[in-house]
């Protein structure tokens, strides 16, 4: 702790504090409790230990109070919230944010390079949530990967407390309030802020992410601020394993020329989504982050696992109908052959074989001559009917052929008896 900066108070205001957050090149942030509303919140306020006279800190301060003024008119799910905006007697003005838990996006590239699917999604979250900002009249100015917080919720953007207006001035004098490794150029040579400088300061940001370098290295405020100025970036989308396009979207939002830079902060972030999104199968398996390989092999297994199921389903499906079909022919009865098929060949009708029976027909007594021809035996065999194959307009030759016996085939006599018939009577 610097000698000149004061120990942490046990309250600031109506908040107990808690501890210490963290500690910009401006201010310092503590973590709070709201007893009245039972909550968390975070407390920040400027340093004690810097060496502005009095009339510059009363200008940083009267700027501060305008600008969280404007902040609070600022409504977007990844903006840190400001809650509150007191000033204390020993301690000067502070401003009280919502508490956002999680960590910040520096301390996540320590860990490695940020997989494309992630970046993709801050690039939009915080390109939005800036937009927004700056469509209400506020510039951030001071956008790093440690003002970016990345909570089970989403990514947010903090440090609007003392943010600035469009065209508000800060000399050097003054103090500059940016991070030389994320200002734009405009910024570091003449002191200007706007909406593309936040664009410069996001494009910088996400290549940091995405590579795990600085866009601009140095070991000094002043090797930075000349690289900015006069170098530009090298491509990473060859080494980070992402589409080409990763690399045009990231050289235009760092373009030196502001007019040149894409239209808004929103459109640039949406644009290297984009381009991430494209190349993501494809990186994969080159972009060496131990999270990113361990949900790959996880898609994998389950990939595996589903297929492998399948396989099994339509081989079990396919084992199901082989075994109904031999049940069924099993059961079928046999099928006939060609001569099984075919019909018995019914037995010849003869011209006298009884046919179906008829409406009875009313008796006519038989003339005298019949009845001697017939004997006394003509009672006890009566003729048979006559086949109803007959047609009844047969020719009158055809009427008198000479009938077949149906029993013998024999050709019967005039008087309707066979020669066997009449020799069984000759012999009895």
Same mark, same amino acid.
């Given at each position: 702790m610097d000698a000149r900066e004061l120990p942490l108070p046990s309250r600031i205001g109506r908040y107990r504090i808690e501890r210490l957050l963290g500690r910009g090149a401006m201010g310092r942030?503590?973590?709070?409790? &709201?007893? +009245?509303? &039972?909550?968390? +919140?975070?407390?920040?306020?400027?340093? &004690? &230990? !810097?060496s502005l006279d009095p009339e510059q800190h009363r200008a940083l301060v009267d700027r501060m109070r305008h600008e969280a003024k404007a902040c609070a008119r600022v409504s977007h799910p990844n903006i840190v919230t400001l809650f509150d905006m007191g000033e204390d007697a020993q301690l000067g003005l502070y401003l009280v944010f919502e508490y956002a838990a999680g960590t910040?996006? %520096? #301390?996540?590239?320590?860990?490695? /390079?940020?997989? /494309?699917v992630l970046a993709g999604r801050i690039a939009r979250e915080i390109g939005g949530a800036l937009s927004t900002a700056h469509t209400s009249g506020v510039l951030h100015r001071d956008v790093k990967p440690e003002n970016i917080i990345l909570t #089970?919720?989403?990514? %947010? +953007?903090?440090?609007?407390?003392?943010?600035? +207006?469009? $065209?508000?001035?800060l000399t050097r004098d003054g103090g500059l309030l940016g *991070?030389?490794?994320?200002?734009?150029?405009?910024?570091?040579a003449h002191g200007e802020f706007s909406p593309q400088s936040d664009q410069f300061s996001l494009a910088a940001t996400?290549?940091?992410? !995405?590579?795990?370098?600085?866009?601009?290295?140095?070991d000094d405020a002043v090797t930075v601020a000349n690289g900015i100025q006069a170098d530009e970036p090298p491509p990473i989308a060859r080494a980070c394993g992402l589409d080409p396009h990763v690399d045009g979207v990231l050289a235009r939002g760092l373009s030196k020329n502001p007019a040149a830079r894409f239209a808004s902060v929103g459109e640039f972030g949406d644009a290297l989504a984009e381009a991430l999104e494209r190349g993501t199968r494809g990186a994969m398996t080159t972009i060496p982050d131990v999270q990113h390989r361990l949900a790959e092999r996880s898609g994998g297994s389950t990939r595996s696992f589903a297929g492998g199921v399948a396989v099994g389903a339509l081989l079990g499906v396919a084992a199901l109908e082989l075994t109904n079909g031999l049940r069924e022919r099993e059961t079928a009865p046999p099928v006939p052959t060609r001569a099984e098929a075919a019909p018995a060949k019914a037995p010849p009708v003869a011209w006298l074989a009884p046919g179906p029976r008829e409406r009875p027909r009313a008796a006519t007594p038989p003339s005298s001559k019949h009845a001697a021809l017939a004997g006394p035996n003509a009672s006890a065999h009566p003729p048979p009917a006559v086949s109803a194959n007959?047609?009844?307009?047969?020719? /009158?030759? #055809? *009427?008198?052929?000479?009938?077949?016996?149906?029993? *013998? $085939? #024999?050709v019967l006599d005039a008087g309707g008896t066979s020669e066997h018939a009449s020799e069984h009577a000759d012999g009895g």
């Open positions: 942030v503590l973590l709070g409790r &709201d007893a +009245v509303l &039972d909550r968390d +919140v975070a407390v920040k306020l400027l340093r &004690d &230990d !810097l910040t996006l %520096k #301390e996540r590239i320590a860990r490695g /390079p940020l997989p /494309p #089970e919720h989403g990514s %947010k +953007v903090a440090d609007f407390g003392i943010a600035r +207006v469009p $065209n508000s001035t *991070t030389p490794a994320y200002s734009a150029p405009e910024s570091i996400l290549y940091e992410a !995405l590579s795990q370098r600085r866009a601009f290295p140095g007959t047609s009844s307009s047969a020719t /009158p030759s #055809e *009427t008198h052929e000479a009938p077949v016996d149906a029993g *013998t $085939n #024999e």
